[in-house]
């Protein structure tokens, strides 16, 4: 097995890497440019921002793993448990010359998958027993190659830090303007006034500009995880059936599950949608079944070959 620093089989994707590297950098300038904002407008209080700040980045970025799981309800699971599960997932990882991450199951009848974890050597692949249960064996080899083409390629670890970093602005802003830093006996009722304003504007901007960057490196990393999960297993038929197998079942999942889903959304196989949400859905994280479909045919026509 390959160390977590090493090349998997998988293949490489310079179009996903670039986006990567844009997106944190974009939003690392943005959030780096808001804080000096803060401390240039609150000058007394700018150690404790800069203790929060940085505090909660690196507490989100260790810990996101453990906060993913829980939220979603994840439990490990032993060989001896599953083990359809983890054959599958042992035999994937040896085809792709991975470290095996670990594997959890959620008690869920929403049929999903997701992958987190801040590297491969921490990374945990989780499936819902919804999943477990309305997929056939080559269907879910599918999912989990795509899971762990998001965990070879690390980009789970670059939407957990994009994501929170565009929060966290909110965050500060909110301790900003709620923690009495506008209204010290140092500043004037004139300066007080101009935080409170440029302050929250500053933020809801930051926030806007994350919202879209990670929605467009989303959506163009589910399309690098089905090539990717397609080009390992050589079947990206199966990958197809259970795309369209769980699409359509998420679709009649009751619209008040589904709602308590979808703050993960991006972490997801599949989004957490109605038929109704995913037809209007701007914004989403994944790109539209047809296209996923599409790329889908376009691979086994070249395999084909």
């Given at each position: ?165 565009g929060v966290l602005a909110g965050a500060m802003t909110r301790i900003a303007m709620y ?58 038929s199966a990958l197809a059936s259970a795309l369209t197998k769980v699409t359509g079942q ?56």
């Amino acid at each position: 097995m390959s160390s977590s620093g090493q090349h998997t089989r998988f293949a490489p994707d310079r179009g996903l890497t670039s986006r990567m590297v844009a997106t944190m950098f974009v939003i690392g300038l943005l959030y780096v440019g808001f804080t000096g904002l803060l401390i240039a407008l609150l000058r007394g209080a700018w150690p404790l921002i800069v203790l929060i700040s940085g505090g909660l980045f690196v507490a989100q970025f260790w810990f996101s793993d453990k906060i993913t799981e829980r939220a979603m309800g994840a439990r490990p699971v032993t060989a001896e448990q599953y083990p359809q599960l983890h054959g599958t997932i042992d035999r994937l990882c040896a085809l792709a010359d991975m470290t095996k991450p670990r594997v959890a199951v959620a008690d869920n009848d929403m049929p999903n998958a997701f992958a987190t974890g801040r590297n491969p050597r921490n990374a945990v692949v989780c499936v819902t027993t919804g999943l477990l249960r309305r997929l056939e064996p080559e269907e879910l080899e599918g999912v989990l190659a795509h899971e762990l083409s998001h965990v070879a390629h690390r980009d789970v670890a670059v939407m957990t830090i994009a994501g929170f970093l565009g929060v966290l602005a909110g965050a500060m802003t909110r301790i900003a303007m709620y923690g009495g830093f506008m209204g010290g006996r140092n500043n004037n009722d004139q300066n007080a006034a101009i935080a409170a304003l440029i302050i929250p504007l500053v933020s809801m901007v930051v926030y806007a500009i994350s919202f879209l960057l990670t929605r467009l490196l989303s959506r163009y990393r589910e399309l690098a995880a089905d090539r990717a999960a397609a080009q390992l297993t050589g079947r990206p038929s199966a990958l197809a059936s259970a795309l369209t197998k769980v699409t359509g079942q998420i679709s009649a999942i009751p619209t008040e599950d589904l709602r308590r889903s979808q703050p993960y959304n991006a972490f997801y196989f599949a989004p957490a949608l109605s038929a109704r949400e995913t037809a209007s859905q701007l914004f989403s994280t994944h790109p539209t079944l047809e296209k996923r479909l599409a790329q889908l045919a376009r691979i086994s026509e070249q395999l084909g070959r």
